[in-house]
């Protein structure tokens, strides 16, 4: 029997397909993606740091442990790159009233920094500790990640938010690249 689709669409099975190379994400890019949760859950919960960054190194980016949930589960778990993630979480960490600082006085009038939302505080607080403490990527580079980031959590203006943020940020402190 061959499966329908909701529109009542035939389809066709997966072994009538041509197998597609698994596209591999950037690792860097999955770092920066879970270093704003690990940020937003230690702002949540108080937890510490350390902990926090085991608990994900360890716990949650083996795939053998939903295989133990679901063992047909199939999917392709991108590994962070676990350098750029602890960096980014002890760094922001350590950070935090310094960077609140500086995000403080890149945001526009409208939007006071104590009116701002945790988890879009947490891609703010990982894209400026980014820019003004690591060199590795392009600024442009950053911005764009910690755009794409809002962008997986917001969908009204915080992503564009995010850009202007940064990037008066990386223009206020004369960032090149």
Not at 19 to 47: H, T, W
Request: charged fraction near 25%.
């Amino acid at each position: 029997m061959t499966p329908v689709d909701v529109l009542g669409d035939e389809q066709t099975s997966p072994a009538d397909q041509p197998a597609k190379p698994v596209k591999r994400g950037n690792r860097r890019s999955a770092a920066r993606l879970a270093a704003v949760q690990a940020i937003y859950e230690i702002m949540l919960s108080d937890a510490p740091v350390d902990a926090v960054v085991t608990d994900y190194m360890v716990n949650r980016w083996d795939i053998s442990a939903y295989k133990t949930i679901d063992p047909d589960l199939e999917f392709d778990l991108i590994k962070p790159d676990k350098v750029l993630f602890k960096a980014l979480v002890v760094g922001v960490a350590a950070e935090t009233p310094d960077l609140d600082t500086v995000i403080h006085s890149a945001l526009t009038g409208k939007t006071p920094f104590s009116r701002v939302e945790d988890l879009l505080r947490a891609v703010l607080r990982c894209g400026t500790y980014e820019l003004t403490r690591r060199s590795d990527a392009p600024v442009k580079v950053v911005i764009d990640e910690y755009v794409h980031v809002a962008r997986a959590f917001f969908d009204d203006d915080q992503p564009a938010l995010v850009n202007g943020t940064l990037d008066r940020i990386a223009t206020t402190l004369n960032l090149k690249g």
